[in-house]
Structures are given as C-alpha cells and as structure tokens.
C-alpha cells in the first residue's frame, strides 16, 4: 500500500487539474462526435516531432545495413523500449483493457500468457539470433540451409504474420479516430496508410525504432496516469484496489464472477493451446526478431529483453487496472453511455482505455491519450511494414528471385516499394476488417506465428541433424495446419461465416499445428538421406560455434 | 568462417565448457518458466474456484490476482537472473576463448 501512498501527491495534483477541466462545462456529453481539438493538436505535435525524426534518420539511412538494422548501433536500453512499444499494440493497449473491462479476470490471463514469453526468447534465441542474423529471421533459418526453398518459406510465413498483425491495428486506428478526432473511418485509415509509408521509406529502421521508442515512452506514462488516476477516483481516493474491485462487482453485470477466471480457458486442452500460441508466437513475430538485429552484439541482445520484460509487465499491470477502472467509473455513467455499443459505453470496449481517461483526466487526458494511441498504431504499424518490406526484398528479391547477386541499392530500392505496396494494403484491409474485437484477432495471428515461424527457428538454431528437407516440411505443415485449424475453428467458422458448429473445437490450434511442425522437421529430417543432408549436418559446426561465441558475427557499424 | 578457426574453437575445452553451462541453464530457466506458467493456467482449467476464492476472510480481491501478478513479476526476475549469470560466466568464457583462437 505504501506504493500507492507514496504516488498520492501527484495523483492528487492529476485529478485536480482534471476535475477543474470537468468542472468547465460538461462537454463530453454535447460534443459526442465533435472535433476533439486537445486531441488534434497533441496528435499533430507527434506526427511533427516523428517526421523531424524521419528526416534526421533519411540523413543517416544510406545502406542496407542502415535500411534494415538501423546500422546495428542501437543500445539494449533502447531496443528494449522499442520492443516494449511493438508489442504495447493498440491490441494489447485497448483490446486487454477492454477485454477486463468486459470480462474482469481473464484479461489478466491473456497478459500472463503474452509476457512469459519473453523469458524464453532470451534464453533461447535472443542472442543466438543475433549472432547468427543479419537483417531477417529467415537469415537464420536459411544459414546452412538451401537457400532459395528456405528463404520462400519463412518469406511467406512472414508476410502471412504481418498482414494478419496489420488487420488488427488497422481496424483498431479506424475505431480510434470515429470516436476521438470526429473523422470518418476510412480517412483515419489513410492517414495512418500514409504516415507510416513516409516514416519506413525515408527513414528506414532507424527512424522505425526512434518513432517506437518515443511512443512507448508517452503510452507508458499515459498509462500510468490512467491507471493511478482511475484507481485513486475509483476507490474514494484511498488508493486501495480492494475498494475498487468492491465498487466494480457492485456494478458490472456479471457481478463477483469479473474476479476469479471465466470463460476464456475452459478445457485444459484450449488452455495448453492458447497458452502455446501467446508464448511461442512471440517468438516467431518478423517485427519482433528483427529487432534484434538493431544492436551491436548478443550481450546488447539479451539486456533489450531485460528491459523489454520489465515494460511490458509493468504496462500489463496498468492495463488490468484500467480495466477494472473502467468498470467503475464508465459503468451506468450517461457520459460515456451507449446502449447500442458493446459493453455500453461509447466505441466498444476496445474503448474504455480512451473512455476512462476522459474520465480520469478531462477533455486534455482524453486528447493526449487519443493522440498516444493513434501514434502506438502508427510506430508498430511502421514495425510491422519493415518487417514485410524486408521479407520481400532481403529475402524474396535478393536472395530467391535474384540468387543473391544484387545491388544493396537496388535491394533498397525494392524494400521502399515493398513498403508503399504493404501501406496500401494496410489501408485496404483497414477499411475491409471492422466489427472484430482485435485482442482476439491478434490471438489469431500468434498461433500461426507459434506454428510456422517458430519451430523453424528454433530447430535451425539447437537441432544439429536438421536438413533442408525437414525444415520444408515441418514449415509448410506448420503455416497451413494453424491457418487451416484456425478457420475451421470456433473464431472464424462458427463465429465471422456463421456456418454452424465449428469442424475444429480449439479457438487457438497451436498445441496441434505446433506437434505437426516440430514432428514434420523431425520425420523429414531423419529421413533425409541425401549427399545434400550430409553437408548440412556437418555445416552445424561452424554454425553452432558463431552461434555460440559471437565469433564471425556481423558486427555493428561503425558510426 | 575458415574451418581451421572453427577447429580450434572446438578442440578448446574452454568451447565446451561454454556450451554445456549456457545450454542446460537455459533449458532449465525456459523449464522453470513452462512450469510456473502451466501451473498458473492448468488450475484455470481445472479448479477455477481456487483462484476465485477471497484472498481473506470477507474480501472482495481473490486468490488469482496476487498469483497472476506474481508470475508477472517472476518472469521478469528470472530475465535478471539470467542476466546476472550470462555477464558473470558466459561472457567471461566467451572472452577467454576469443583471446586464445583470434
């Protein structure tokens, strides 16, 4: 409790000034779908600080190496908040808080399940990918491995990742703007479309990571002021969660049940399941494994998830407290009220984050928050289109179509228009995808992540008898059993076609589309007896040693 | 990178010794973090009134808050835990071996 005692004083501060904005005039009730001008203008201060930004990066960004990896020369510290700010998605941020302020409990256990993950990605393939990679993960996945098969795999893994990750943060920055900024849905879409196309073709990884730096730093403080501020106005000032969590179940339709776990894991089947889907599909995201290779060598590697781990629990503490904020506070308030929006309240519920501070901190609290989660949309999308701008050109173009004989110009040349295609996409599926609750659909593109990303990585790094061959197999099985599973399960088949019962009963398939991968690898690889699968056995060697020592990894740069 | 570097990396004991010391901690920090986290959801699924039950007598916080924060906390831990060890013994081998073959 003395945490709590101790963060008083300016919490008190917070609330006074948010209370004097409140006692103003009762805006919020008149002006529903009016301009939010506090919004706009702190949005705008962004978008101006991140091109300024872009254009000191453009200046920086000559060659490949700075294109994809930011030229090697990022700190743990900073990587670590830039990790952090990828994954702190719209998703996590308005879809987890939504999701307690719905269902209580069982957000917390998607929070649990997404960070776990972290702990096992830094000892199991953090530094190993850095020691190994250049600019892609299929740079590793294809290190002794036929290069043009491998590549095409973990190309089209990637980019099946990315367009799936990209449809949640789309439909998520088109929510944001109709209820915040008064602008209609596909206009929002656009300028989200556009705005990341200008920051990842002038200014690369670099600025990518400085804009995710940047907004991770603003979304975490932004939280922190919600999360104190909700519980210290929902508790009756005593700060205690005990009071709010009393005030909550007086008020939330399902009563004492938002505080133990409810629907979310019901058979310890879907439990394993899902749980393998959040941990491992982290570990298997193109937007996050590059990242590791934005710092100078593997100790820098295993310091970003460090600090990584300790930002996103901290964020996913904040998360679960604004949640059970939001319950008390936009319950039955006429401020906030819609009847005809899920869970009541204005937008959804993938808006009570952005409802509660409104409630928390007035019309300004309201505008910074609404300009921080339109900028979280724009850095991960920015992450998330590099990622699919490099799988295209690094691997696709340079090292299929061209057999790595190609200019690194050229090869940056392809990766911006990659880039341009892959916002233009972005913006169609923005406006195409909308009535989905996007913590779900992120949920969705882990098990695909957890399925054909990860085994192939993990297996190309610690399995010495692996072959060209097995890695195929177990890859292709992987990507098509978790997108096959997912469709024929209860999300898309019973809930988005509505074609009745679903023909698979697991909502997340990974505990089966995992097995078939990893046994794919290992049946096509111990059956591989070919001159090819010998020479790729004894490759394992030198790559276990660079792999293990740093020795002969690409170096940081030198400026 | 040339076979004869990589044979001497291999034939230095200092090489192995590294190997066999990063690679069974991490498996057992990742089996750690597996079990802890198994634990935590397996008694969602198969006695979800034990987290629901009141954290004290009359209380309105439940058993499964605490717990869930605490694996929270206890992940990020045991990144530092592993931190702590890679600086103390991983990168001291690695060090000493790069000095003997380079």
Aim: with cysteine.
């Amino acid at each position: 409790m003395s945490l709590w005692k101790r963060a008083f004083p300016a919490i008190c501060l917070m609330f006074m000034a948010g209370s004097a904005l409140a006692a103003g005039g009762d805006l919020g009730a008149v002006q529903k779908a009016a301009v939010n001008v506090p919004a706009i203008i702190m949005f705008l201060v962004f978008v101006a600080a991140t091109l300024g930004i872009t254009y000191w990066a453009a200046q920086r960004t000559k060659t490949a190496k700075d294109f994809y990896a930011a030229g090697g020369g990022i700190t743990g510290f900073q990587n670590g908040l830039a990790i952090a700010g990828d994954y702190m998605s719209a998703a996590s941020f308005l879809g987890i808080s939504g999701l307690v302020f719905l269902n209580g409990y069982d957000g917390l256990i998607f929070s649990v399940g997404w960070l776990v993950g972290w702990p096992i990605i830094m000892f199991l393939i953090a530094e190993q990918l850095r020691n190994l990679g250049k600019y892609t993960y299929a740079d590793i996945v294809a290190y002794r491995f036929e290069r043009v098969p491998m590549r095409s795999l973990a190309a089209t893994a990637a980019l099946v990742v990315v367009v799936l990750y990209l449809i949640g943060q789309m439909v998520g920055a088109g929510k944001l703007i109709q209820v915040l900024f008064g602008l209609d849905y596909v206009y929002a879409v656009i300028i989200v479309g556009i705005l990341i196309i200008m920051y990842v073709t002038f200014g690369g990884m670099l600025a990518t990571t400085w804009v995710q730096i940047i907004k991770a730093g603003l979304l975490l403080s932004g939280a922190t002021i919600i999360a104190l501020g909700a519980l210290y106005l929902a508790s009756d000032g005593s700060m205690s969660p005990e009071r709010m969590f009393q005030k909550a179940v007086e008020v939330h339709p399902k009563k004492g049940a938002i505080m133990g776990p409810g629907a979310l894991v019901t058979s310890p089947i879907e439990s394993i399941s899902l749980g393998l889907a959040l941990m491992f599909g982290t570990a298997g995201l193109p937007h996050i494994l590059m990242r590791f290779f934005t710092v100078g060598n593997a100790i820098e590697a295993r310091k970003s998830v460090f600090y990584a781990t300790g930002w996103i629990g901290y964020f996913y503490i904040l998360t679960f407290l604004m949640g059970f904020g939001a319950i008390v506070l936009l319950t039955g308030n006429p401020e906030f009220a819609d009847a005809a929006a899920v869970g009541g309240i204005k937008g959804g519920q993938n808006m009570a984050a952005v409802n509660l501070s409104a409630a928390v901190g007035g019309n300004i609290l309201l505008g910074f928050i609404s300009a921080v989660a339109f900028a979280t949309i724009l850095a991960v999308v920015s992450g998330l289109t590099l990622a699919g701008a490099s799988a295209i050109s690094h691997d696709l173009y340079a090292n299929v179509w061209a057999h790595g004989n190609v200019d690194e110009q050229q090869e940056v040349r392809v990766s911006k228009i990659a880039t341009v295609v892959l916002g233009i996409i972005a913006i169609l599926l923005g406006i195409a995808f909308e009535k989905q609750n996007i913590a779900y659909l992120v949920a969705l593109t882990f098990s695909v992540a957890a399925s054909a990303n990860f085994p192939i990585l993990l297996m190309s790094i610690y399995y010495s008898k692996m072959t060209t061959r097995g890695a195929l197999i177990g890859g292709w099985l992987g990507l098509i059993s978790a997108t096959v599973l997912v469709i024929v399960g209860p999300t898309v088949w019973k809930e988005i076609l509505q074609l009745g019962d679903p023909i698979f009963p697991l909502k997340y398939p990974a505990l089966f589309s995992m097995t078939i991968a990893f046994l794919g690898i290992w049946i096509g690889s111990i059956t591989d007896t070919s001159e090819r699968a010998k020479k790729e056995h004894e490759a394992f060697i030198a790559q276990d040693v660079r792999c293990q020592t740093g020795i002969g990894a690409e170096g940081a740069a030198s400026h | 990178m040339q076979q004869d570097l990589v044979h001497a990396i291999k034939s230095n004991p200092k090489y192995h010794e590294l190997v066999s010391k990063r690679s069974s901690f991490s498996w057992i920090m990742s089996v750690v973090m597996l079990v802890i986290y198994y634990a935590f959801i397996l008694t969602i699924a198969y006695d979800k009134p034990l987290l629901a039950a009141p954290l004290w007598e009359g209380a309105t916080m439940t058993v499964g808050i605490p717990v869930g924060v605490a694996v929270i906390v206890f992940a990020f831990a045991l990144t530092g835990i592993y931190i702590q060890r890679a600086n103390a013994v991983f990168d001291k081998l690695t060090r000493e071996i790069k000095e003997e073959v380079l």
